[in-house]
T-cell receptor
């Protein structure tokens, strides 16, 4: 499948901070999705992006579909403790499968 | 609304024993169904997907198999588990038309092979 590079691999957040993560691909994608996974749970869809240049918000979350269609970013504004978890990007080309990034683990800084 | 059920939530099995994990979807017809595995601290690896009853595509050759006996039922099996089969198994569904590409996940099964 297509290779998705997600960064950073992990990050520490302080409550109130804005955080950002991104995904890049060597292939062009038609769709970008962002998921969040809490420990021991299945990933939950946060935002879906379908058009190049599209900027979509879901509460404190904002995601963009890159103009080149090879990248996407997710921003979390004013982070809170429940934002901790693993965030995954996923992209679709044309078949029935999604390719997932390796995930960004978000942890609260003590 | 659509829901996806996956069970069991946790499973400890000895090496060499068989495996059967079940996933069912409610509230939709003819979904695409997927099995993923997630190793500890890692991303999601697609194992199998199905676009219809009896239609199974395998992504990674391994010790596991999948079956879809009914439209909304997807089963992951093994005849003899290996230690390396341990992991977090996730079932997912999608409708996959021109507009909708989102996949929705079950709660997962934590499998430990001992």
């Amino acid at each position: 499948g297509q290779q998705l590079n997600q960064s950073p691999q992990s990050m520490f957040i302080q409550e109130g901070e804005d955080v950002s993560m991104n995904c890049t691909s060597s292939s062009i994608f038609n769709t970008w999705l962002w998921y969040k996974q809490d420990p021991g749970e299945g990933p939950v869809l946060l935002i879906a992006l379908y058009k190049a240049g599209e900027l979509t918000s879901n509460g404190r979350l904002t995601a963009q579909f890159g103009i080149t269609r090879k990248d996407s970013f997710l921003n979390i504004s004013a982070s809170i403790p429940s934002d901790v978890g693993i965030y995954f990007c996923a992209g679709r080309v044309v078949d029935y499968k999604l390719s997932f990034g390796a995930g960004t683990t978000v942890t609260v800084r003590a | 609304s659509q829901t996806i059920h996956q069970w069991p939530a946790t499973l400890v099995q000895p090496v060499g024993s068989p495996l059967s994990l079940e996933c069912t979807v409610e509230g939709t017809s003819n979904p695409n169904l997927y099995w993923y595995r997630q190793a500890a601290g890692r991303g999601l690896q697609l194992l199998f997907y199905s676009v219809g009853i009896g239609q199974i595509s395998s992504e990674v050759p391994q010790n596991l198999s999948a079956s879809r006996p009914q439209d909304r039922q997807f089963i992951l099996s093994s005849k003899k588990l290996l230690l390396s089969d341990s992991g977090f198994y996730l079932c997912a569904w999608s409708l996959w038309d021109r507009k909708n590409t989102e996949a929705f996940f079950g709660q997962g099964t934590r499998l430990t092979v001992v």
